[in-house]
């Protein structure tokens, strides 16, 4: 079977069989199908698309690529959340501790910064001394006696995810919803789940931008849990503007820990505690989700999920103190506001723009080697609906090298538009697919 002939009949729109595509993942994977054909691939994949089997085999594939987690050992029902990707989202370091103190088991199994989203590891790991390459032996050990652990794609969990991730960053080939699915649905079937929460997202900030494109990912991903006897919900939600005020990973932690304090953002405490609820509900925590509401704002009002993250945090390395000190975490070296000319409601603030501008000053990749600077990023000081002063301040840029902070500051301004009326409120959660 010859790669190039793949490529060539993928290019042409026909259906690849399962050991076609098997044979592909696993050739990338060992490294004997280079670089440039799994990108060649990819694109024609971007281009034509895939049919759900040839998504369940691209699911599978990457899925056996690694050993997968056996989690047997671990008692409790074990629930995981995972987000489309977005931008300032942090709701799975909100959502998470909150289930995990209301006795749910989090088994996560995270990514990195895709694009001009943001990744859950590379917030974590800007908390320094924060592991998130636990051996499999230390993640079943930490789920024993904490309730929640992360880590990332490896050698043994799903490698051909992290390999074929990486090179989807790096070539635009992310915006595919059949490459979401797959890449998303193998990092959630190798750890022997009971329920699995997703978030997709739709809008200017997300990969997806058609509602109808979100609802056939939802719809998609939940097929793909029930083939594996997965319990699995989507909510689809808004992504048009930035969720919260921060954007980049330190900053986004510190946001993390005012929520879990009860002090956050409205828009991000609103979808962090129905995520968590929807968790709370799937690791049979409550009798219904009405119940696991309740339980989740419990959970967040006495502070419990703000211990748990910390208990995390010290479990794997990290100074659990950062999420009072916020001098402890990493902390940008120079700030520059950015103002309106003019007065008005923010009517819209395309939140691509603003992730592309927090990628721009290192808060992302731009290659497959580039580093990411935790300190960098933005906190934005107005959202849609609020009204802003002539000379008033939209955001700050908080950065650690001058080179491309001209860029980002343009692509913050080009993302603000002011109105003389104020906009109709949007909604949050869109729709749920169960
Ligand atoms: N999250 C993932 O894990 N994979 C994607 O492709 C997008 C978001």
């Known amino acids: 079977m010859r790669i190039l002939d793949l490529i060539y009949r993928k290019r042409n729109g026909e259906e690849l069989s399962e050991e076609e595509i098997a044979h592909l993942v696993t050739g990338y994977n060992s490294g004997e199908v280079p670089d440039y054909q799994m990108a060649a691939f990819l694109m024609a994949v971007y281009f034509t698309n895939m049919s759900d089997k040839e998504v369940g085999a691209m699911t599978s594939a990457m899925l056996t690529s690694g050993e997968g987690i056996d989690l047997r050992d671990v008692g409790g029902v074990k629930v995981d959340k995972h987000s489309t990707g977005g931008v300032g989202d942090k709701t799975s370091l909100i959502a998470a501790p909150l289930a995990a103190a209301a006795g749910v088991t989090i088994p996560m199994i995270s990514g990195r910064a895709l694009g001009h989203t943001g990744g859950t590891l590379d917030k974590l790991e800007s908390i320094p001394g924060f592991r998130t390459d636990l051996s499999l032996d230390e993640f079943r050990h930490q789920l024993t006696h904490v309730g929640f652990a992360v880590i990332g794609q490896s050698d043994q969990v799903t490698p051909a995810d992290g390999k074929i991730y990486a090179l989807r960053d790096a070539t635009a080939t992310i915006e595919s919803t059949a490459l979401i699915a797959a890449s998303i649905m193998s990092k959630k079937l190798a750890a022997s789940l009971d329920g699995l929460v997703l978030d997709v997202k739709v809008g200017s900030g997300a990969f997806i931008k058609k509602l109808i494109e979100a609802r056939r990912l939802a719809q998609m991903m939940v097929a793909i849990a029930r083939r594996a006897n997965l319990r699995a919900q989507a909510l689809i939600t808004d992504m048009n503007q930035p969720l919260g005020y921060a954007v980049g990973n330190a900053l986004e932690i510190m946001e993390v820990s005012q929520t879990l304090q009860n002090a956050g953002p409205t828009d991000l405490t609103r979808i962090s505690?129905?995520?968590a609820a929807?968790?709370?509900?799937l690791g049979k925590a409550?009798?219904?989700l009405e119940d696991a509401r309740k339980i989740a704002e419990e959970k967040l009002l006495d502070g419990a999920g703000y211990r748990k993250f910390k208990e995390v945090i010290q479990a794997q390395g990290g100074n659990p103190q950062v999420l009072d000190r916020f001098d402890l975490l990493p902390n940008a070296t120079g700030v520059l506001e950015i103002t309106t000319p003019r007065g008005g409601y923010v009517s819209a603030i395309d939140a691509e723009l603003v992730g592309q501008a927090a990628t721009l000053i290192g808060a992302g990749r731009d290659s497959k080697e580039s580093e990411i600077d935790p300190a960098v990023g933005l906190i934005l000081e107005v959202?849609?609906?609020?009204?802003?002063?002539?000379?008033g301040v939209l955001c700050r840029?908080?950065?650690?090298?001058e080179d491309r902070v001209e860029d980002a500051s343009q692509s913050i301004e080009d993302a603000f538009r002011i109105s003389a009326q104020a906009p109709e409120p949007r909604e949050l959660i869109?729709?749920?697919v169960s």
């Open 273 to 275: 505690l129905e995520l």
């Open 286 to 288: 409550a009798k219904n």
């Open 430 to 432: 869109l729709e749920v």
């Open 383 to 391: 959202k849609v609906g609020q009204k802003v002063d002539a000379g």
């Open 397 to 401: 840029l908080y950065y650690t090298k």
């Open 278 to 281: 929807r968790m709370i509900y």
